[in-house]
């Protein structure tokens, strides 16, 4: 598989701005949350912001590798569970963070651990878009989001470069 032709680089400030937005919506949605269960690595980042706007002083973290290069998927492994006392009520009050919902599949993994869990993204594909409830921004299932701890300064070609025509 190699890596989509739509790219979407997200700066420092646009990840902030975006994980600032969705504190903002689940601080409407009502709920007084126990905890973060952010899925490493890419919920650290959003679940610290979110945490220190909603005041949510317990963090957990349930690791699941994933991506073990840029440009496939690999099989799925949880490297670290998630604490027992998360886990009762099945998730209920537990707020799931990451960055990103590509094909589900993590966000199922994680889902069926906490299945009353509020689920919460920076961003969604349409693929895993059905198993969160909450996000900011969506984009196409073939678009490669490059976040801000894994890019460099470089020069992003105009996109009128890549159309054929």
Not at 1 to 9: I, V
Not at 17 to 42: E, F, H, N, P, Y
Not at 47 to 55: D, H, K, Y
């Amino acid at each position: 598989m190699s890596l989509p032709d739509k790219a979407f680089p997200v700066s420092w400030d646009q990840f902030h701005r975006d994980a600032r937005a969705l504190a903002w919506r689940l601080s409407g949605a009502g709920q007084q949350w126990k905890a973060i269960v952010c899925i490493t690595r890419g919920g650290l980042v959003p679940a610290a912001v979110i945490s220190r706007e909603l005041g949510i002083r317990v963090i957990e973290t349930v690791c699941v590798a994933s991506y073990h290069d840029y440009s496939s998927q690999g099989q799925l492994q949880v490297l670290k569970e998630i604490s027992p006392v998360l886990l009762e009520n099945d998730g209920e009050s537990i707020l799931i963070v990451d960055d990103l919902t590509d094909t589900g599949k993590t966000a199922g993994i994680v889902r069926a651990m906490l299945p009353k869990a509020h689920f919460a993204t920076m961003y969604a594909k349409p693929k895993g878009r059905p198993l969160v409830d909450t996000f900011v921004t969506e984009v196409s299932q073939d678009t490669w989001i490059y976040f801000p701890w894994d890019m460099g300064f470089t020069y992003q070609k105009p996109i009128a470069d890549d159309q054929v025509g």
